[in-house]
């Protein structure tokens, strides 16, 4: 049985170490710089010695990773707000509508496939532009094409897995 590693798994060098790495950036150069913060070392050459060796420890890219991994999946929240509020309050028609399909494929109501889908500027500068265009003699192009998409079966969650997809 896998046990999850976590920063509380370490000693508390090593876990100051990857909190200032993951404060600083996470980035390989972060790693001597973290080292001096937490107290490792005192000469850039020691913090280069003390971050390698640690970066290089299975033990601490595991909790490195579980770690970033955590923070992708509380910032899915800050991305579903923006995404919903984009489908609510966008002015342009377009990405209220490209919104709504994103809501909609990621609850797994409706599959798109992104290489049918076509950008389509409706606003009224471009609608004008067109007229413009037309009343010019100039080519203008239409979109004479549909969304290539896929309606899947639909199972509403109950309202006790409906609040722990959103807080």
């Known amino acids: ?89 966008a002015r342009n028609e377009s990405v209220r509508l490209a919104a709504a399909k994103e809501l909609l494929e990621k609850a797994g109501i409706v599959t798109v496939s992104r290489s049918a889908v076509a950008v389509i500027d409706n606003s009224a500068e471009a609608l004008l532009e067109a007229l413009e265009d037309l009343k010019a003699g100039r080519p203008v192009e239409f979109a004479n094409e549909a969304i290539d998409a896929e309606f899947n079966d639909v199972t509403y969650p109950s309202s006790d897995q409906a609040s722990a997809i959103k807080p």
């Open 1 to 89: 049985m896998s046990r999850s590693l976590t920063i509380a798994n370490l000693n508390p060098a090593q876990s100051q170490f990857l909190a200032h790495y993951l404060e600083l950036g996470g980035r390989p150069e972060d790693g001597p710089e973290a080292a001096k913060r937490a107290g490792l070392a005192t000469s850039d050459e020691d913090a280069k010695r003390s971050a390698a060796i640690l970066l290089g420890s299975d033990r601490i890219q595991k909790v490195l990773k579980e770690e970033v991994q955590k923070r992708f999946v509380s910032a899915t929240n800050v991305a579903f707000d923006t995404i919903l509020a984009l489908a609510r309050n």
